[in-house]
């Protein structure tokens, strides 16, 4: 199997599932970035709307592996040429894939309209005041494991200092060979570990936005919304943590490659079976438990005469949440499954530049 | 564990931090809520509920004023250990206060007085109801 291929099926084909089935993955009071009374969900012409939107995302996926392939067999075979042609044709994609989607938005909008569903039934919002005694997370602790790897690889890299070759790669292309070398110094062999650092700073993080974020509970079925929501939290939390954990040993295997000869094979075959199981177990894991918990079932069925409270204003283009009075900085996203972030708090947006920052930067600046 | 809702209403005529104080107020009364019992932060309930820190602020400041919780630095809201203080003259005062104007549009609208008290004794049996659930 060539390289290409791999990439289209290690990459692509999760981009196009998780693409396509995102409707289904919502919460079921939450329809192409609207929010709709959840009966509303399972009606005919609602089924028909996700059914038409996973042909059109379809149609798309299809063109874009058409694209690749023959960009392939007529051979661009050059570097720069693919990484130029895989831009354009990913903005592409990504740029198309939006547009279909604010078709639906603007397509459900229109529907939500028609039935007038905010005008016609108490909108109300219900808060567990015990919601955060619980436990919503594993604990930070694990994490402990990572860094203690981490000390070991800092501590190998050291004790088999004279053994590291002059120069070390830093980056490969897509045939598997080196590109960019680094020069071997005390800066340059902490590369990998710095990095390992800053992932696990990362990890935990996203383990304490989990916890953090704004606790969504559904007016219909409060009972039931809130079983399924702590146990959303837990096995996304849960997910972080092991792949932090593997993410961290993926790390100090490459480091220790620098070190001892190790079979080529092997350099390719490891972080492809760890980017094929970190895949498919987010996507597996958005199937059977859906956005908020929603695809869970529970013993719990009470069906209220309320829905949630209408907040679409709030949510610009139906995906990003815009809230000056809302102090929370993390909330569950509209479409699709995971956090967003609240753009009207600076806190936030902070926040995130530092993160993407650091992981541009980290490389860059010990690189020289 | 049981949940304890705060249920809002957000078309409602009555503005949120009176609906949050008359939610807190009946939870302690159906003994959802318990004496000693940790609330939510300012701020993380504010951010749950997704209103302004002011709001809740405002409602946190009258449930201390009228005893009802306690605002540490360090243990931050707690429900009043020592149960919430007894109706005295003044809260008698204040509750005829409070009925008044209620008494007074319901005679307008032609209520008898025994279907106004039969509310009442309605009203009561709710949080007795609500008492005897928790149990």
Redesign the interface.
Known sequence: MNIMMILLLVILIPVFISLMFTPYWTRKTESFGVSIPEEAYSSTELKGLRKRYVQMTGILSIVTTVLFLLFYLVGGKDENTIVIFLTIIISLFMFCSFLIYLKFHRDMKILKEKYQWSKTRSQQIFIDTRFREQKLTYSNLWFLLSFMITLGTILLTFQFYDQIPMQIPMQYNFSGEITNWANKSYQTVLIMPIMQVYLILLFVFINVMIARAKQQVSAKNPDKSLQQNVIFRRRWSAYIILTGTALTLMFTFIQLTFIFPVNAQLLIIIPLVFSVAVTIGAIALAITTGQGGSRLRTGITKDGDVIDRDDDRYWKLGVLYFNKNDPSLFLEKRFGVGWTINLARPLALIIFSIIILLAVGIPLLLGN | ?I?????????SKEPIYTQLIHQIIA?IAKEE?LPGE???SV???????????HTVNKAYQQLKQDGFILIHRQRGVVVNPEGIPKADETYMESLKNTLHPLVAESICRGMEEKDFLQFCTEVFAEFKKGKEKEK
């Open positions: 564990m949940d304890v809702y705060i249920n809002l209403n957000f078309e939870g809520i940790r609330l939510p701020r993380s309930l504010a951010a749950d509920i997704g209103i302004n820190l």
